[in-house]
């Protein structure tokens, strides 16, 4: 029976819920009925529809009724020719294999993302003629006054059971919620060895304003996520399995910054509102861990400087002779000096990041504080057997207690420190020479936390050869240790910041703190004790 048909005539109504919804219809008996054959929340999907029902043939035409849309019938026909290309339904429907796909478990094959069919997001500006009012031309983030043009997304996959889903979403959360269901795709797409893998994909965007970058932009996101969590530079694909808990991948839009991470190899996406709310969040001592910025996400800010600048030395090492198994021992901290405070970065042997706003003094004041606290704390994490159990740790392995024979010797990192300077509105990363053997004497103050179970933590400090314990002090504590300090300064001295020597905390799940977990504790009992100096 020929069931190709000579027109197809969409149309956008209400439903009884008052939403709006697409529908096809077809030609009836007479001219002038039409009979609805298919409902769904995009005109891409009734598309799909119609191509693989047979309901298509270059010779059919297209009519859209008027209403609250911007689809044309150009778009229809564009958005036709593409996907009759691209559907592997339409081109493989009479392959030799197919009883053999049929005999195994359905895996995905390929996806389709077409964003704005039937949407216009610049339809206002188009019609006031302001169209482009700057040089910011990232579609996530469009213009000067910064609009998201991706406004819904429809998603197609196709398994090897030539079986067709599509998925729409549209709003605010449109993007997000759709890179959480293709990237999640991957954990039903697994490759021989069982390592998550994602299916080909191609992107359209069917609107009339700007589709090509649209396209483009959304095209370039998924490659750059794809690179960061299920490439590896090696080719080893294993690799990526054991390490994609460990990352996370920012990037930026009109409603905020979106940083991508997984939990037990289920993505999520978090949108935080600001870059000092993200600096925040980057620096949760439970959740630190390396981090991607995408390349067009804080283009003009030092974070963007320095995951560039990690970048590459992992590059670097990655070229070497050294197995890839084996993290450079550095440790990094950038700083960059803003109205008498020093906004210093510190990351860690895995890239993981923490950030603090530490007042300055001069380079020698912020330098030796910091190099002293981090030899101190790598290597009571080295002896304690720390840095080998987070090492089996990050592949997976749980190592348990270190026997001493086997416990490795102590070998404090490389720390290397870089100024920040701002220019032309990049921010450029120059190393700071130091001395190792460069010693300055500090009062002796170790903070000591033990975890409870709901997460808070109790301080005593050691402060020269006496114990503070906050359980019994409570918000005196600080108050207590400051005038301790201040028993030993002269009153003639010029005024300094108290420092933080070391931290140590025992927690609730046992194992120890990572660095820039102690550098995160380091700073806030920092500050509360140079609050209570200051009110001495």
């Not at 006054?145 to 067709?164: D, R």
């Not at 370039?220 to 080893?236: A, M, N, P, R, V």
């Not at 997976?396 to 024979?405: C, H, M, T, V």
Request: with cysteine.
């Amino acid at each position: 029976q020929q069931i190709e048909q000579e027109q197809i005539h969409l149309a956008l109504e209400l439903n009884a819920k008052g939403k709006a919804i697409w529908i096809v219809q077809l030609a009836g008996k007479k001219d002038q009925q039409r009979e609805t054959v298919k409902r769904a929340e995009s005109p891409a999907e009734l598309l799909v529809w119609c191509l693989i029902n047979g309901l298509v043939s270059a010779s059919t035409r297209f009519s859209v009724e008027e209403g609250d849309h911007e689809l044309t019938e150009y778009e229809i026909r564009q958005l036709c020719s593409s996907l009759a290309s691209q559907l592997p339904c339409l081109r493989e429907s009479e392959a030799s294999d197919a009883r053999d796909r049929l005999a195994k478990p359905a895996r995905h094959k390929h996806c389709i993302f077409i964003a704005n069919c039937g949407v216009d997001p610049l339809k206002e500006q188009r019609q006031q003629g302001t169209l482009r009012v700057s040089a910011q031309n990232d579609p996530l983030s469009y213009s000067g006054v910064q609009e998201n043009l991706v406004a819904s997304v429809t998603l197609i996959t196709v398994n090897s059971w030539q079986e067709t889903f599509c998925y729409h979403f549209q709003g605010e959360r449109a993007l997000n919620d759709c890179l959480t269901h293709f990237l999640s795709l991957g954990r039903q797409t697994s490759g021989q060895q069982g390592e998550m893998t994602l299916p080909p994909r191609s992107v359209l965007c069917a609107c009339p304003t700007r589709p090509g970058p649209i396209a483009s932009r959304l095209e370039s996101l998924l490659d750059d996520i794809q690179k960061c969590y299920f490439e590896d530079k090696d080719g080893d694909p294993s690799r990526c399995e054991k390490t994609r808990n460990e990352r996370r991948y920012v990037f930026q839009s009109a409603y905020g910054f979106h940083v991508l991470g997984w939990q037990q190899d289920a993505p999520r996406i978090e949108l935080i509102g600001s870059e000092v709310e993200l600096l925040e969040h980057l620096s949760n001592p439970d959740i630190a861990s390396a981090v991607t910025i995408d390349s067009y996400a804080l283009q003009n800010h030092p974070l963007s400087t320095i995951c560039r600048k990690l970048e590459a030395g992992q590059r670097e090492h990655g070229n070497t002779q050294t197995p890839r198994s084996t993290a450079p021992n550095r440790v990094r901290v950038f700083y960059v000096v803003k109205d008498g405070f020093a906004e210093t970065y510190l990351t860690d042997q895995r890239q993981a990041i923490c950030y603090a706003k530490i007042p300055y003094e001069s380079t020698r004041a912020l330098i030796l504080p910091l190099r002293q606290f981090v030899e101190r704390s790598s290597l009571r994490r080295a002896t304690s057997g720390g840095e080998q159990q987070d090492e089996f740790a990050s592949f997976g392995i749980d190592s348990g207690p270190l026997s001493p024979a086997f416990a490795p010797s102590p070998e404090l990192p490389d720390i290397e420190f870089f100024a920040l300077q701002q220019n032309a509105g990049h921010y450029t990363a120059t190393l700071v020479p130091t001395e190792a053997n460069i010693s300055a004497k500090y009062m002796p103050i170790k903070a000591v936390g033990s975890q409870g179970t709901a997460g808070n933590i109790d301080w005593v400090i050691h402060c020269n050869d006496e114990l503070f314990d906050g359980a019994i002090l409570g918000d005196s504590l600080f108050t207590d240790v400051a005038a301790s300090i201040k028993k030993f300064r002269r009153a003639d001295q010029p005024a300094y910041r108290c420092y933080i020597n070391d931290i140590e905390v025992h927690r609730q799940c046992g194992g120890n703190t990572t660095l820039v977990q102690d550098f995160y504790y380091k700073n806030k009992l920092e500050d509360a004790l140079n609050n209570a100096f200051a009110l001495l």
